[in-house]
């Protein structure tokens, strides 16, 4: 028997807007704390949260506007959200206060929530169920360049404190991103009236799918470790022994992606996740412990492998446990729910440890972060990881 095909124009198109969605996000998430500083004189904890208001957004409207995707339509809300996306980003040319920031990157952050979602969505929608991890994948890859190309940029521009470049670039992939968008035929989830009723009430069942929090706290623990690299990769490595290659540092986080991504999903549709999601936590954990201790380029960038390897398979394989047990007409609330608890880590994480680092410094805070990683594993393994263990032993696996 044939295997089902995952690749249509659709669904590239979808990557596409997925990619530059991301790439803005990568690309300002990098600079935020050095425009904060440099811009408005603002100390670490606060420019951090100017990087994290964002996915506070990002959580704010994943909560409240998941279920629209359903009522209004899929691609009516990708074409919305990303056309809004124009419009913000033309703010950050005239900012000129960190609270007038910190309300921007909120409104950016809410908007991105809603396209995100919508793009996830779409992508459970076109891929064939029975290759989905593995269609999720290579799906995630879009996520994957853009965490190369927007952070190498960033930090270029950033390092030049050019960052009115950054916000011109930012603008253009929204921009290209608009296209992509209205080009893409997306199929729709036919409702019955009893499911309009359902999805139009403000209940929390209809606001989120329960079945998806715990892994979604788990997602959100494993993220806020991630988020203090993310947030100040700049200020950790200026004036140390491997700011010279601390621009590639994300080339190196994107060829462990593009490895895990290749072959993750597959092994996860023919074994389960156990054997993939358990050496993602501890590869992340080694790499962490890596990047908060060595001084060596080669080391730092293995370091950055190892992260990009672990990061690119927890979201992915948690999303597709979640949509797996998810109905076909409740996908866009499932994946707007552990996105959107996942936010929480990636959203309160760089103010927090903004916080911790004044009293730490920066090598024992990502010693935090690496124990954080660990305990995210022993979530999984908590909440989902025992009972598919003991499904594959009950089936003599």
């Not at 390092?159 to 603008?171: H, K, N, P, Q, S």
């Not at 998810?326 to 866009?332: D, I, K, L, V």
């Amino acid at each position: 028997m044939s295997r089902e095909v995952i690749f249509s124009k659709d669904l590239i198109l979808d990557m596409g807007v997925c990619m530059c969605c991301s790439l803005n996000y990568f690309l300002l998430l990098i600079v935020m704390v050095g425009f904060s500083t440099s811009a408005f004189g603002s100390s670490t904890a606060e420019g951090g949260l100017a990087a994290g208001l964002y996915v506070v957004g990002g959580l704010i409207s994943r909560f409240f506007f998941g279920k629209y995707t359903e009522l209004l339509g899929r691609k009516r809300m990708l074409v919305i959200s990303i056309s809004l996306s124009v419009v913000v980003s033309l703010a950050y040319f005239v900012v000129d206060s960190m609270m007038m920031l910190h309300l921007i990157r909120l409104v950016h952050g809410m908007i991105f929530g809603i396209s995100s979602t919508c793009t996830a969505d779409i992508a459970a929608r076109l891929i064939p169920a029975s290759r989905r991890g593995e269609g999720l994948g290579y799906y995630y890859l879009s996520v994957t360049f853009a965490m190369a190309i927007g952070p190498l940029i960033g930090m270029h521009y950033g390092a030049l404190e050019d960052y009115t470049m950054v916000f011109t670039i930012g603008l253009a992939v929204y921009v290209l991103a608009t296209v992509f968008s209205i080009l893409m035929h997306v199929p729709e989830e036919g409702l019955t009236e009893e499911q309009k009723t359902e999805a139009r009430s403000f209940t929390f069942n209809n606001l989120v799918q329960p079945s998806a929090i715990p892994l979604g706290l788990t997602c959100m623990v494993f993220y806020f470790a991630y988020s203090g690299v993310l947030a100040f990769i700049i200020q950790y490595t200026q004036g140390s022994t491997v700011e010279e290659v601390s621009s590639l540092f994300y080339l190196a986080v994107a060829v462990g992606t593009l490895l895990s991504r290749m072959t993750a999903g597959r092994i996860f549709d023919e074994h389960g996740p156990n054997i993939v999601i358990v050496p993602a936590f501890l590869a992340f954990t080694a790499g962490i412990v890596i990047y908060a201790q060595t001084a060596d380029p080669g080391w730092f960038l293995f370091s950055g492998f190892l992260m990009g390897f672990s990061v690119s398979i927890v979201y992915s394989i948690c999303q597709t446990i979640v949509v797996n047990e998810s109905p076909a007409y409740r996908y866009g609330v499932t994946v707007a729910t552990i996105g959107s608890v996942c936010d929480l880590g990636l959203g309160f994480g760089p103010y927090i440890l903004g916080i911790v680092l004044v009293s730490t410094g920066y090598t024992d805070m990502y010693l935090i972060c690496a124990a954080v990683g660990l305990f995210s594993m022993v979530m999984y393994w908590a909440v989902h990881g025992h009972r598919s263990f003991m499904v594959k032993r009950s089936n003599g696996c």
